[in-house]
């Protein structure tokens, strides 16, 4: 098994000498195993270990858990940090499900611990999620009607989350812990019917290897596996499908209708999917039904409009379709802020472009191949970027309706307005701040913070280097 483990991380590139590995472990059997494995990996590879326990308060004996992974570590020489968090009054308080907030919450707690101690090293967190998690994410997502995304279960790598042992099937784990005498917690609530997952982990999955196939797991876990690479290369052909139809200007987002006919019909659901969640700064709510509207309104008569989630409008017009929040119909507020907008086109690797915002402030912007990334400075009015996130020409600009920027790795967001509250910037101030903006996602808020979507890890390979310069008004 360890053997088994070892090819399948080296195989995906989860590890890296110097990384600074925080560990989620509940105490159960998939979680001590992972513990066990990366200890195991820690032979081959050096790399730091930093044990996390949450508690979420639900559980009497929840206390135990916490106590025996603080023992086993104690036992091991392991950093061990212990979060105490009440999962039914955040769930409430957030209006998510016990489960959801919980996931939440996990993940918070493992970014701060990386925040705190992982340094100058990378930090990544490690999760024990194995082969029957992945399936059951798979039914899941299947029997809801989810989308290809959906299908494709369980990554092994999702940004610095990393799954080391999800080559493992649920059995495999118990065997090894049997095999080396290592004890585990149980959590009763694994054990009832309560949640969906837990009918399907008892039930479906059961049925399905006894009376099917034995193979079922793997079986599921290898489509899974096919799903993955499909969505991925669908992603790519719909990012060029944007570029090549979709166009944005004061009027809106503009969907073309000729190069929009020439696509294949999945990747038409996709573009319109993409520009639908780029217009309303979200992908939640986003359904088949809107996508389908969408295609369907192509088809129809100039002047013919449909209205959509965030208070968009779609309007088929003589070239395509147009969409635009209502809002900004109604206050034509964009028009400024479009109309003074400052593209940037990068023309060469390691050529400096200059573009002039007004005659006391510039930008300085310069695209490298080969960047070491590790060696990134903290600067105020020079960030780095992954370029290759960027889905369009990036533009400098003022704010506008409909802005927002990733918050975390996560890929949680928040408007630009809610930003702006949070952070007390008086609204006179508001319209004065300068943005790059990739569309309606905000890739730096210059002098304040950047997009952690556009942030560069260690799979960059190209990074966009922004300066803004203000020079004295005396030259």
Not at 2 to 24: F, P, T
Request: aromatic share 8%.
């Amino acid at each position: 098994m360890i053997e088994k483990v070892w090819r399948y991380v080296e195989e995906q590139h989860m590890l890296s000498e110097n990384d600074y590995i925080v560990a989620g472990v509940s105490g159960g059997a998939d979680s001590v195993c992972l513990l066990y494995m990366l200890l195991e990996l820690q032979k081959k590879v050096p790399f730091s270990i930093h044990v996390v326990h949450v508690n979420h308060m639900i559980r009497e004996e929840a206390g135990e858990d916490a106590a025996y992974v603080e023992v086993l570590c104690r036992q091991h020489r392991l950093p061990f940090t212990l979060f105490y968090r009440d999962v039914e009054q955040e769930a409430r308080k957030r209006k998510l499900s016990c489960e959801e907030a919980g996931r939440l919450l996990r993940y918070e707690a493992f970014y701060q611990v990386i925040q705190e101690y992982a340094g100058g090293k990378r930090g990544k967190i490690a999760i024990a999620h194995n082969k029957n998690d992945s399936c059951e994410t798979f039914l899941f997502n299947l029997f809801r009607g989810s989308g290809l995304q959906g299908l494709s279960g369980i990554r092994p790598i999702r940004e610095n989350i990393i799954r080391p042992i999800l080559c493992m099937e649920r059995g495999e784990i118990e065997a090894f812990l049997k095999e080396k005498e290592i004890s585990y917690c149980i959590d009763k609530t694994n054990l009832e019917d309560n949640y969906t997952r837990n009918r399907i982990r008892h039930h479906i999955l059961p049925v399905a290897e006894k009376e099917i196939s034995r193979n079922a797991v793997l079986h599921i876990s290898e489509a899974c596996q096919r799903m993955q690479e499909a969505y991925d290369l669908i992603q790519d052909l719909t990012k060029q499908a944007c570029k090549d139809c979709v166009r944005v200007d004061e009027k809106g987002w503009h969907v073309l209708e000729k190069p929009f006919l020439g696509l294949h019909k999945t990747i038409q659901s996709y573009c319109l999917r993409e520009v639908l969640a780029q217009v309303a700064g979200s992908k939640k709510d986003l359904e088949a039904v809107h996508i389908r509207s969408l295609q369907e309104l192509m088809e129809k008569q100039c002047g013919r409009q449909l209205d959509m989630p965030y208070e968009i409008v779609a309007k088929r017009e003589y070239d395509g379709i147009c969409l635009t929040r209502r809002q900004e119909i109604q206050s034509e507020c964009l028009d400024e802020h479009w109309m003074g907008q400052k593209e940037i086109q990068l023309l060469e690797a390691g050529k400096t472009v200059f573009i002039s915002l007004s005659e006391q402030e510039e930008l300085a912007i310069v695209l490298h191949k080969d960047f070491e990334w590790k060696n990134i400075p903290e600067k105020t009015y020079t960030k780095w970027f992954d370029y290759d996130k960027i889905k369009n020409n990036i533009v400098v600009r003022k704010r506008k309706k409909g802005d927002f920027l990733t918050i975390n790795t996560m890929n949680q967001t928040k408007s630009l307005k809610a930003y702006f509250i949070n952070q007390k910037v008086p609204k006179e101030d508001r319209d004065k701040i300068w943005l790059v903006a990739d569309e309606s996602h905000i890739v730096w808020i210059i002098g304040e913070r950047i997009s952690s979507f556009y942030k560069i890890s260690e799979a960059t390979e190209q990074v966009i280097e922004i300066k803004y310069i203000r020079r004295k008004e005396n030259g």
